[in-house]
Structure formats: C-alpha cells, structure tokens
C-alpha cells in the first residue's frame, strides 16, 4: 500500500491542467463572447486545481492510519474516485475546447469573422425573442454539422453550424432548431408530464404489445418528442423559412424513414404545418408552406406512410398539446 | 442537437453529480472516521459537515425525477434505475421513501447527530449515485468520441 500512485495521478492531471489553461488563453483574444466563454471554462479549471490541492492535503492521513486497513483502502479509493472525475472534467474541458479554437480559426479570417459576429448577433436575437434567461452566454461555432452544446450549470449555449454555412446567412435559419433544444432543455420536466402521456395513449391504439409500447414511449421521450418541439420551436421563429432550408440540408429521398435519434422529416414537416395551423398563422403563410412542402414531397418516389409508433395523429396531438404547453 | 454533442452534455452532467456527490463521500468518510471510528482527522467539523450538506440539492432533485417518473409513462431516469437496483424495489414509491430516509439521515449528521446507521445510509445511496454517474459519463465521453 503507497500513496505514490496518488500523487503520480495528481502531479498528472495537475500538467493537464496547466496545458488546458495554456489552451485557453492562447484561445481567448479579442473576442467577448470567446472570452466570456474561457473564463467560465477556466472557472471550472481553478476549481479543479484547487481540489486537487485537498486531495494532497487528505493525502496526509493515509500513513497515519495504514495499520487500519479498511479505513485505509476507504479513504484512499474515496480520493482516486475524486481525481477519476477530475480526469473526466479535463476530457469535458478539452472538447469544448476543440469547439473553441476552431471558433477562433476561422475568426482569423476577416470575413469570416464578419460572419460569425453576425451569427452571433443573430442568435442572441433569437434567444431574446423565445424569452431565455439573459445571463445565458450563446456562442457560434463552426463544426461539421448543425449541433448544439447545452452546459447549462455553466450558463453556457454552443450551436454550432458547419463552416461551409458560415456565409450562407439563409441557411442560419436553422440554428433556431438548435435554440429549439435549449429551449427543450429549460422546460424538458414540464413538457415531457404533459406530453409523453397523450403519445402513450396514442401508441396504445395502434400498437398492441405493450413492451413494443414502453419501447416507443421511451425513444419519444428520449428524442423524438424533443426533435419536433425543437421544429416547432424553429419554425415559430423562423416560419415558412426554416422549413425550406429544412428540407434543403435533410436532403432526404426517404421522407418517412426513421434514422435514430431523429424523426421522419415527413413527421418533422407535419409538425411544422400542423403547429402554425393551430396558431392561427395567416392563411397566406399556411399556403406558402404547404406549396414548399408539396413542391418537394411530391417529386418523391417514396410512397411509404409514417410508421404507426410516429403516425400523423401523434404528431398532430404533440403539436397541439405544444401549443398549450409552449411559452412561444 | 447532434448525437455526438447529445451525449458530451449529458456526460457533462452527469460528472458534475459524480463529482459533487463524490466529494460528499470523501467528507463523509473523514467525519465517520472521526466521530465514529475514532480516528484523528485534524479537517474542520463545522466544515465537513457542510461540505456533506451540499448533497441535499442533488437528493432533492431525484426525488422530484422519482416523483416526475411516478406521474409520467417515461421510464425511470439512469440513476433513479441504479437505486431501484440498489435497493432491489421495482415499485418507485419504496425507492422515494427510503430517499426521503436518508435525507432525515443526512439532515441528522448536518445537525451533528451522529449515529452509525445514517452514516452507512447515507453512504450506501452516495456510492450508488456517485458510481452510476461516473461510469455512465464515462461510457457517455467513450461513445461520443467515436463519432
């Protein structure tokens, strides 16, 4: 029995650390919001730090109570436990990280840098209009697709867009899908009380196994129902426009497949439509979706309806019970 | 949201539980050394004891998880699953008294009660949390780095 693996782990993670923060303020430069975002990272850093700094110091009552072997193996496993989740912090840390310093790459470039300020701009102009908390920092990054990364406990929102979109502002529409989330993320115990009883009901008519049924009820309280109300949330912002790039980045010659985690863009356009029906959104609006809509799931050869677990009353209903349930 | 970035938030969360119960398990384990297996541990009463009270927000949000799941169809949460497995109760309702027990225990040691029971309570339900939330977002970073 010897501490020397503990404090190895610790010297260890300690150099981790001061990489990371090298990382970090290489990172941050003029930028606000980049910077907002270090700190709040690096805020997580120092804590770290110093916890490891206690960990040294409880350390110390390990030779003292050697002969008491449980206590001793006790006490030695509660501090690994500790210094694993730090490990575990750091992988956390240098992700976002990642997210971070391609942020910063392409602010380098002029114009695109001129892009993301007015992506920025854009989002946090979204965010005010689906009423958030102000304190949340919402921060642009390029990556290879559209995504988004909630930390919540650090206030922080990344929706990321891929850099070949950057100097598409049309095709920005679509990070409201991404707010969507957050806005999902906020009100997720509420929505899902609300909602996943009306789809279990729903399920219950068309599907007979009730296993089959619990099976589906816990994907659409997992994903689906998450996807849809992020849509809902997206074309409540964004109208007519967020479906039309919807379709365009989906580009999806099977409308009516599943593909985990997201539903069917069939049900994803249904939603979209059936939601702003029940606005009340003015009849010219619900023509020029249908026409978009029509336009392009006409050319499709698929003559597949939606599967019973996803069909359209469902739909219809989680759209309607969104409605009542939406702060929108 | 991405799936990828899906799972590196939730791992997110889940490290932060894991860390914070984790540290409440250490201060535990430093005051039942003290005060119950007679040990000398120079660390501040006053101090452990409210390093140990910061778990009660964490307990308070699982039992509205178990009470959420109890109203809703939606199958119980990861570490909600990880107590009914503890405990050996399907029915959730055992699992949200036996939490409400523990937060008696936990409020007993905050007052500086100290009994051997509601420590090994205590104990038993912050090592289940502590160690589900540490593997799943272990397994959570894994997967996410394969995307």
């Known amino acids: 029995m010897s501490?020397?693996?503990?404090?190895g782990i610790i010297d260890d993670l300690r150099s981790d650390i001061a990489s990371l923060k090298e990382f970090f303020r290489i990172a941050r430069s003029g930028d606000l919001k980049t910077s907002?975002?270090?700190?709040?990272?690096?805020?997580?850093?120092?804590?770290?730090?110093?916890?490891?700094?206690?960990?040294?110091?409880?350390?110390?009552?390990?030779?003292?109570?050697?002969?008491?072997?449980?206590?001793?193996?006790?006490?030695?496993?509660?501090?690994?436990?500790?210094?694993?989740?730090?490990?575990?912090?750091?992988?956390?840390?240098?992700?976002?990280?990642?997210?971070i310093s391609l942020r910063e790459k392409a602010r380098e470039n002029v114009t695109y840098r001129r892009f993301l300020?007015?992506?920025?701009?854009?989002?946090?102009?979204?965010?005010e209009a689906l009423n958030m908390p102000t304190d949340l920092l919402i921060i642009v990054a390029p990556q290879s697709e559209y995504a988004s990364l909630p930390i919540l406990s650090k206030r922080a929102f990344i929706v990321m867009l891929p850099p070949t979109n950057l100097a598409k502002p049309w095709k920005w529409v679509l990070l409201s899908h991404e707010l969507g989330h957050l806005y999902f993320q906020y009100y997720r115990e509420r929505i899902l009380i609300r909602i996943l009883p009306a789809i279990e009901e729903?399920?219950?008519?068309?599907?007979?196994?009730?296993?089959?049924?619990?099976?589906?009820?816990?994907?659409?309280?997992?994903?689906?129902?998450?996807?849809?109300?992020?849509?809902?949330?997206?074309?409540?912002?964004?109208?007519?426009?967020?479906?039309?790039?919807?379709?365009?980045?989906a580009t999806e010659p099977k409308p009516a497949q599943v593909y985990g985690a997201h539903p069917p863009l069939d049900a994803r356009a249904l939603a979209q439509m059936t939601y702003m029906k029940f606005t009340g959104a003015p009849d010219e609006l619900m023509l020029i979706m249908e026409r978009v809509w029509r336009e392009f799931r006409n050319g499709v050869l698929e003559m597949d309806s939606l599967?019973?677990?996803?069909?359209?009353?469902?739909?219809?209903?989680?759209?309607?019970?969104?409605?009542?349930?939406?702060h929108l | 949201m991405s799936t990828r970035w899906m799972l590196v938030s939730?791992?997110?969360?889940?490290?932060?539980?894991?860390?914070?119960?984790?540290?409440?398990?250490?201060a535990?384990?430093?005051l039942k050394f003290a005060k119950i297996k007679g040990l000398t541990i120079s660390e501040d009463e006053e101090e452990l004891r409210k390093r140990i009270l910061a778990v009660k927000p964490v307990l308070r949000d699982l039992l509205k998880e178990i009470e959420n799941t109890i109203k809703s169809s939606y199958g119980p949460p990861p570490l909600v699953r990880a107590l009914q497995e503890e405990?050996?109760?399907?029915?959730?309702?055992?699992?949200?008294?036996?939490?409400?027990?523990?937060?008696?225990?936990?409020?007993?040691?905050?007052?500086?009660?100290?009994?051997?029971?509601?420590?090994?309570?205590?104990?038993?339900?912050?090592?289940?949390?502590?160690?589900?939330?540490?593997?799943?977002?272990?397994?959570?970073?894994?997967?996410?780095?394969?995307?």
């Open chain 2, 28 to 30: 535990l384990t430093l």
């Open chain 2, 87 to 147: 405990y050996g109760y399907a029915d959730l309702k055992k699992v949200q008294e036996k939490l409400r027990n523990v937060i008696d225990a936990l409020e007993r040691i905050g007052k500086g009660d100290y009994r051997e029971d509601d420590f090994e309570e205590l104990e038993r339900l912050l090592e289940c949390i502590a160690y589900e939330a540490s593997s799943r977002s272990q397994e959570l970073i894994a997967r996410a780095g394969r995307y």
């Open chain 1, 202 to 249: 729903e399920l219950r008519d068309v599907v007979r196994d009730e296993e089959q049924v619990k099976g589906y009820v816990s994907l659409w309280g997992e994903y689906w129902l998450q996807e849809i109300v992020s849509d809902i949330v997206a074309v409540s912002l964004c109208g007519p426009a967020y479906l039309k790039m919807l379709i365009t980045e």
């Open chain 1, 36 to 99: 907002e975002l270090v700190s709040r990272l690096e805020y997580v850093l120092s804590e770290v730090e110093s916890d490891l700094d206690l960990r040294v110091r409880l350390c110390k009552y390990l030779p003292s109570i050697k002969r008491r072997r449980v206590a001793y193996k006790e006490l030695y496993t509660r501090i690994l436990f500790n210094l694993r989740q730090h490990r575990q912090s750091i992988y956390l840390l240098y992700m976002v990280y990642e997210l």
């Open chain 1, 307 to 326: 599967p019973d677990y996803l069909n359209e009353e469902i739909v219809r209903r989680v759209s309607w019970l969104t409605l009542f349930e939406s």
């Open chain 2, 10 to 26: 939730e791992a997110w969360n889940l490290n932060e539980i894991a860390r914070k119960v984790g540290d409440v398990l250490t």
């Open chain 1, 3 to 7: 501490e020397r693996h503990l404090f």
């Open chain 1, 117 to 127: 300020d007015l992506a920025d701009k854009y989002v946090d102009s979204l965010t």
